[in-house]
Structures are given as structure tokens and as C-alpha cells.
Nanobody
Framework: QAQLVESGGGLVQAGGSLRLSCAAS????????SGWFRQAPGKEREFVAV????????SYADSVKGRFTISRDNAKNMVFLQMNSLKPEDTAVYYC???????????????WGQGTQVTVSS
């Protein structure tokens, strides 16, 4: 059964950094686009970043551009989100996802992880 498992969330002070990891359970993960999304309490799930199958193309939400970096290691079936200069408004549950389309839309993704909590204190 295809699964995505996130890790690396936690509590950090504003201005700090965290690195999220997402491990895929299937070996053809490199055939999928991968994205990170987040959902804060009372808000809809929103796009954070996406990376193409090869890792050659990336795109970011304006709110995180210049602070977050998405990357992947297809040999290890993993995708990462390096988050720097964190702000209290980055507080949310972060989800990784995999799909067949390079997209910012959650509905385009077929597989989702369970989420990892990121809390940024002021």
C-alpha cells in the first residue's frame, strides 16, 4: 500500500529553522510530482511548494518564497522541505503529497501523508 510519512515537525521560535522529511513507501516515487501543503486551524489547506519528478523544477507560494526550499532524493524515495526564518504565521500541520500533475491544487494529488505539526512561537 502506497504511503507517505512525514517527520521533522516541532516547536521553534520565530526566526528559527526546521527541516521536514517525507518518505514514500513505493519505489516508483520518482515518477510522481511531489508537493507540500499546510493547514492552520480554521483554515483551508493551502499550497506551500511543489517539485517536479526529476527535481529540476520547483515553485513556491509567495508567502514562503525565499525562506523555504523543497528538494527530493529519488534514490531514497524522499522529499524535503527546508524552512528558514520561520514566522508565527507558518504555524500549521504540514502535509506532503504525491501526484501525476505539477500543480498547486490539492485535488491534483493522489497520495497524502498524515501530517506533521509545526508551531512557531513569537
Amino acid at each position: 500500500q502506497a504511503q507517505l510519512v512525514e517527520s521533522g515537525g516541532g516547536l521553534v521560535q520565530a526566526g528559527g529553522s526546521l527541516r521536514l522529511s517525507c518518505a514514500a513507501s513505493w519505489r516508483t516515487f520518482s515518477s510522481y510530482t511531489s508537493g507540500w501543503f499546510r493547514q492552520a486551524p480554521g483554515k483551508e489547506r493551502e499550497f506551500v511548494a511543489v517539485i517536479s519528478r526529476s527535481g529540476g523544477s520547483t515553485s513556491y507560494a509567495d508567502s514562503v518564497k525565499g525562506r523555504f526550499t523543497i528538494s527530493r532524493d529519488n534514490a531514497k524515495n524522499m522529499v524535503f522541505l527546508q524552512m528558514n526564518s520561520l514566522k508565527p504565521e507558518d504555524t500549521a500541520v504540514y502535509y506532503c503529497a504525491a501526484g501525476s500533475t505539477y500543480s498547486r491544487t490539492p485535488a491534483s494529488y493522489n497520495y497524502w501523508g498524515q501530517g506533521t505539526q509545526v508551531t512557531v512561537s513569537s
